[in-house]
């Protein structure tokens, strides 16, 4: 993004942001109105909404666990403004009914209110806790392909993984779990599609996450492509990382393996990013062998057709995330033609998964995180 744009953008979010923390507040002002603890209850509201944008800044700046400990405070608060937003919508809709019906004012008594607004809280705090036990769970998601084409032995099994999103929430660990349920697929190919990084490589380095890439085992490699997260702040040093890590990246080319064909294109986000518009698939595809089994890698999962017409065999994708958090998923279904899952179009198989790991905070709830194991069977 360029320098207007950013700002922009930032503006609109902080403006979001800031209307709908203010509606929270005054949602939860009978609590705060309580004299023995509504003075720190306040305090500890207002700390909250700030932990995450104040904790993305010293990250920045300064870096350390202070910073890091605000960023994840914060990300889990994210998902609270999103539950208790409709929870406390359905209660300004139901709270009428009750008074109708039970004769209950459940807004202008003030110990009913403190108790609504309690038994919401105490609602919005299950479902995060049931979203992040989710995200903390991925699942290893198997399907299967047949092809007329040449395959080696006859079958080859691909794990794919995308949007892991490492960084300050998902960490060294979650990537060393990553690797152990990759590994245990005994995989010939691994394929990453995109958003390995969430922002700056920084905690990436520091946490020296990259010996965990080198103990990926695969026949003939691990192959990546660039997400739009790989090009939020200094694309080419994650790039880089990846590469000197065991990861070869695609960046708009073309590598043939054991008789495959593996097409990787610059993520989207590369046109403002780069100032140059990324090749077209029947540009990259136009000198390859297509009597091979061809599979294209790219991250955002727009115009499905391209790869009907170039002829590929499969199309891999992720970004979409399905939402991650319901309800945002009736989004994700109206803006994309695979928000999640398998489909085929002519005669190209197309997957979407919903991804590994997860932005902003660590909570999933609608989909399940995984990895994905593919026989192409020959």
Request: charged content about 15%; glycine content about 8%; proline content about 4%.
């Amino acid at each position: 993004m360029k320098i207007p744009q950013i700002v922009i953008f930032l503006s609109i979010v902080l403006g979001i942001y800031t209307l709908v923390n203010l509606y929270l507040f005054y949602q939860t002002r009978p609590v705060f109105g309580l004299p023995s603890i509504g003075t720190a209850m306040k305090f500890i509201f207002w700390f909250i909404v700030l932990s995450y944008p104040l904790g993305r800044t010293l990250e920045a700046i300064i870096g350390g666990q202070i910073p890091t400990l605000l960023v994840k405070l914060g990300s889990i608060w994210l998902a609270f403004m999103l539950y208790l937003t409709l929870l406390f919508l359905l209660f300004q809709l139901t709270a009428p009914l009750a008074t109708w019906l039970f004769k209950i004012d459940l807004r202008n008594t003030p110990e009913l209110h403190r108790l609504a607004v309690g038994i919401i809280y105490i609602a919005a705090l299950t479902i995060i806790f049931a979203g992040y036990l989710n995200a903390i769970n991925p699942k290893v998601n198997r399907f299967e392909i047949s092809t007329t084409k040449p395959i080696p032995d006859g079958n080859i099994t691909i794990v794919m993984a995308s949007d892991i999103h490492l960084g300050t929430i998902i960490g060294k660990n979650d990537l060393a779990k990553l690797v152990e349920q990759v590994n245990a697929q005994n995989p010939d190919i691994v394929l990453l599609v995109g958003d390995i990084f969430d922002g700056d490589i920084t905690p990436i380095v520091n946490g020296q996450m990259g010996a965990q890439f080198e103990r990926i085992n695969a026949k003939y490699g691990v192959f990546a492509v660039t997400g739009n997260h790989e090009f939020f702040s200094n694309h080419q040093a994650k790039i880089e990382y990846l590469q000197n890590h065991g990861v070869n990246v695609l960046n708009d080319a073309v590598v043939t393996l054991a008789n495959i064909n593996i097409v990787g294109r610059y993520d989207r986000q590369s046109n403002y990013a780069l100032g140059q518009t990324r090749k077209s698939l029947s540009e990259l595809m136009l000198n390859i062998d297509k009597s091979r089994f061809t599979i294209v890698l790219d991250h955002q999962p727009f115009n499905l057709n391209e790869s009907v017409e170039s002829r590929a065999d499969l199309q891999l994708s992720g970004h979409t995330h399905h939402g991650q958090m319901w309800p945002f998923n009736y989004i994700t279904k109206a803006v994309y033609e695979v928000s999640m899952g398998y489909t085929k179009k002519g005669d190209t198989h197309f997957y979407v998964s919903p991804g590994y790991g997860t932005w902003g905070p660590r909570v999933r709830l609608g989909n399940r995180p995984e990895i994905v194991v593919i026989k192409v069977k020959g």
